[in-house]
């Protein structure tokens, strides 16, 4: 229904204009009752239509001490059981057609026909009412979970469950790396996620608003946790097995310092030319063909929250500012431009064309990771200069600096005359 999320944000009315019909019917010993049982339902439910009849409900009560009835109670755990079975059925007819089915009953004869295709349709509708439930209902959580469905990078057209996703990780893989965006195809280019794919590695795209919001909920599904690619501290490494575990994990210790000593001049002389835009500058192991990302915090906002909580319209701007976090620029120690800056740093720190390179790297990966620029001006400034030089101009761009630098001296000298003139005229008047 068109308006089915629209009492999730404010009240619909009980009669006149604006009114829809009830979602159940309330009877007791088939004598009606109400119309508007709305505590029969969670509100992620409310798509729901049918007829409750109760024998254990009074009938010489009014409605108000009815809504309070202890029975009521047992009547909507019921009604929530029931109605997740019910789609719970629909989502295993579906893997049954699909030959993905975990049941183990080989001799269960497969639907055919619209079954094969009711669950499908059903999330495309209700998904999002599923996804409110995950916020909502702390006791299905877990239920529910099982019913969610998502894109990933091995399954970008078809929807995949997190049990599907489970079946298909690596040996080794200890957590379940999702990322979320404003698109399936910002997210399936995202620098983020391009060693992961490349190494085989599933990645989940998380496009929907409430993805997020869901994630922060489900910390883990089946003992594996949830990771957000996008922040720091992302482990992709997966666990050595036997007597080589303590020996790899020491050698990767060992080859990390040494990397680490060698991009020191780099990284500590790119922090101070961020100041405090960035909490550190640190080398990466999430890039392959991406010179360099911005990542969030691990309990900061990442890039897409902070555009949702941007975008909303009663939003408080000053207290997303305090949740946005520190960022951390991380570089990858493979990429030629990376090398090729840590030499020119380290021949000449006060380099200009170093600092200028460091700064558009910087505001490139910002937007790259899904960030807004700090300094829009200054970012297309750098960009025309590149320009510029690719296409062999020698005229100085108007309102770049070189220009601007002739034109302050000028405007210098005109106040320097000015005030030595008024100085004269003082003195001859005294």
Not at 55 to 82: F, G, Y
Not at 88 to 95: L, R
Not at 272 to 293: F, M, N, W
Request: with cysteine; charged share 30%; hydrophobic share 40%.
């Amino acid at each position: 229904p068109w308006d089915l999320y629209d009492s999730v944000q404010r009240a619909k009315p009980k009669g006149g204009p604006g009114a829809t019909a009830a979602g159940l019917k309330l009877y007791v010993r088939r004598v009606f009752i109400s119309d508007d049982a709305d505590e029969l339902l969670p509100r992620y439910l409310s798509f729901l239509r049918g007829v409750v009849d109760s024998d254990s409900l009074p009938l010489n009560v009014n409605r108000e001490m009815l809504q309070h009835h202890a029975s009521l109670r047992t009547i909507k755990k019921k009604l929530v059981r029931k109605a997740l079975d019910a789609i719970k059925k629909m989502a295993d007819d579906e893997a049954a057609c699909s030959g993905d089915s975990s049941s183990g009953d080989d001799d269960k004869e497969k639907p055919i026909g619209d079954a094969c295709k009711a669950f499908g349709t059903f999330y495309k509708e209700f998904g999002r009412a599923l996804k409110l439930g995950v916020l909502e209902d702390d006791n299905n959580r877990g239920r529910l979970a099982k019913l969610l469905r998502f894109h990933t990078s091995k399954s970008p057209k078809e929807l995949t469950s997190l049990s599907g996703y489970v079946g298909r990780m690596k040996d080794g893989q200890k957590s379940i790396y999702w990322i979320a965006g404003m698109s399936q195809q910002e997210v399936a280019h995202s620098p983020f996620a391009e060693k992961l794919v490349a190494e085989g590695y599933e990645v989940m795209y998380l496009t929907d608003v409430l993805d997020e919001y869901v994630m922060q909920q489900l910390t883990e599904f089946e003992d594996f946790k949830f990771v957000n690619i996008a922040k720091e501290d992302v482990d992709m490494s997966p666990e050595a097995e036997g007597e080589d575990k303590a020996a790899a994990a020491k050698a990767k210790k060992e080859a990390a310092k040494a990397l680490k000593e060698t991009f020191k001049p780099l990284t500590g002389w790119w922090k101070e030319q961020l100041g405090s835009k960035v909490a550190g500058v640190k080398l990466s192991t999430r890039l392959s063909s991406t010179p360099c990302v911005v990542v969030a915090s691990k309990w900061g906002q990442s890039a897409n929250m902070e555009r949702i909580l941007k975008a909303s319209a009663f939003g408080d701007q000053s207290k997303a500012a305090m949740m946005r976090g520190q960022r951390t620029l991380e570089l990858n120690p493979d990429h030629p431009l990376i090398v090729g800056l840590k030499d020119k740093v380290v021949s000449d720190k006060d380099d200009a064309a170093a600092k200028d390179t460091a700064a558009l790297l910087y505001e490139t990966a910002l937007l790259e990771s899904g960030f807004e620029s700090d300094d829009p001006k200054g970012f297309t400034q750098r960009m025309y200069e590149l320009i510029k030089g690719k296409l062999g101009v020698t005229a100085e761009l108007p309102g770049s600096s070189k220009q601007e630098e002739p034109a302050a001296a000028a405007a210098a000298e005109e106040d320097a005359a000015e005030d030595a003139a008024a100085d004269d005229t003082d003195k001859q008047e005294l």
